[in-house]
């Protein structure tokens, strides 16, 4: 479950750029969410062939 940790605290630690890109315009927040939603596509991929090889073991 630890790795479900890492997933969500990415995510919680984006909220405040998130508002201040959609809501304020702040393009430097933007580059700042694209930039953390890159390192969570990353995460994903680690996780999803993590489960794979576990799966395939038995």
């Known amino acids: 479950m630890s790795r479900f940790s890492e997933v969500k605290d990415l ?3 984006l909220e405040g750029d998130f508002e201040k890109f959609y809501e304020k315009g ?3 927040a933007g580059t ?3 930039k953390g939603m ?3 596509k990353n ?3 680690e996780i999803r ?3 794979q090889n576990k799966k395939n073991e038995g």
């Open 43 to 45: 995460l994903a991929q």
């Open 49 to 51: 062939t993590e489960v």
């Open 32 to 34: 700042r969410v694209r």
């Open 38 to 40: 890159q390192d969570l």
């Open 26 to 28: 702040n393009q430097a």
């Open 11 to 13: 995510v919680m630690g």
